[in-house]
């Protein structure tokens, strides 16, 4: 492809860009709803910083609430949201099938760039999961987490999405003294469905 070419297209993409831009649709304000999706780990354990162990991988359906609330004083739109999941996110049969994972709650800060009835953003924040195996008392694992989402205004209210959320989750495990969960990766890939109030 030669550089002219290059530019025309490019020129084109930005010309059909910048019409969404100058309608882009008001996000500010209270919104809430429901999420349904897919959620994986890898599970690693350390004991007493001198052996590690994993990872063993967990896969599962997820399904939540959200709600959050977004100021838009400009160009972006800046907001602040919590979620929760529920589900069983469970061990593969090729490793450890004992362990659980049935909640997740994030409180994210969000970013977002308005182009016509989407909104894209980037999130971080804090990041709280419920963790069992073989039957024990839940523990609660804990850790950063951060991932970037599109949400699509339908009319003036509703809206449609996707986001992928990342998550280092660590903690100890009170049941076995010396034993640790630590950088353990907890993803989920969620389809949003929502109402600003």
Not at 13 to 19: E, S, V
Not at 22 to 39: E, M, P, R
Not at 44 to 55: I, K, L, Q
Request: glycine letters at 16%; proline letters at 4%.
């Amino acid at each position: 492809m030669s550089i002219g070419t290059f530019n025309q297209m490019l020129a084109g993409a930005i010309a059909a860009f910048l019409p969404l831009s100058a309608a882009a649709q008001d996000w500010d304000g209270a919104y809430g709803g429901v999420t349904l999706g897919w959620a994986a780990s890898e599970n690693n354990y350390n004991f007493n910083d001198t052996y590690d162990e994993g990872p063993y991988k967990l896969e599962g359906s997820v399904a939540g609430l959200f709600a959050g609330y977004n100021v838009q004083p400009g160009a972006l739109v800046y907001g602040v949201e919590i979620s929760a999941n529920f589900g069983d996110v469970r061990g593969l049969p090729s490793g450890y099938d004992n362990q659980e994972y049935d909640s997740i709650i994030d409180l994210k800060g969000r970013v977002g760039y308005p182009s016509g009835p989407a909104l894209f953003y980037a999130a971080l924040g804090y990041s709280s999961s419920r963790f069992a195996e073989d039957g024990r008392p839940n523990e609660t694992l804990g850790g950063l987490g951060f991932g970037i989402g599109v949400d699509y205004k339908i009319g003036s209210r509703y809206f449609i999405g996707a986001e992928y959320y990342w998550r280092d989750q660590s903690g100890s495990l009170d049941y076995a003294p010396g034993w640790s969960i630590r950088d353990t990766s907890l993803d989920t890939f969620t389809i949003r469905g929502g109402i600003q109030f």
